[in-house]
């Protein structure tokens, strides 16, 4: 079982991108999913996350209104809509969950162990 995210990428300040997460060997659909994003040095923070049944969201206060959560039920699959994007935003994101219905409520959560590899945002000034 494995989670794998990808479509990062270098974008310019302004743009959008759209990242995947999708499971292998696992169904998400009965699991609530968040993404994360780190750069060197930091601890991980959690920027948002999606409930089971897509009840309910966490965003962090950085990315409230630019950045917007989904599910793919048939694709098993969950993306991250980001637009208006920052350089600020240039980290490696990567999606988790715990195999438990409901979000973090904190962006420095030690909750979503299980994770996939990450995928590199760039964003140039």
């Known amino acids: 079982v494995q989670l794998q995210a990808s479509g990062g990428g270098l974008v310019q300040a302004g743009g959008s991108l759209r990242l995947s997460c999708k499971a292998y060997g696992f169904t998400l659909d009965p699991y609530a999913v968040g993404w994360f994003r780190q750069t060197p040095g930091k601890e991980r923070e959690g920027i948002s996350c999606l409930s089971a049944g897509d009840v309910s969201t966490f965003h962090a206060d950085s990315v409230k209104g630019r950045f917007t959560i989904s599910r793919d039920k048939a694709r098993n699959t969950v993306y991250l809509q980001m637009d208006s994007l920052k350089p600020e935003d240039t980290a490696v994101y990567f999606c988790?969950?715990?195999?438990?219905?409901?979000?973090?409520?904190?962006?420095?959560?030690?909750?979503?162990?299980?994770r996939g590899q990450g995928t590199l945002v760039t964003v140039s000034s």
């Open positions: 988790a969950t715990d195999f438990a219905l409901v979000c973090f409520t904190s962006t420095q959560t030690h909750t979503f162990e299980f």
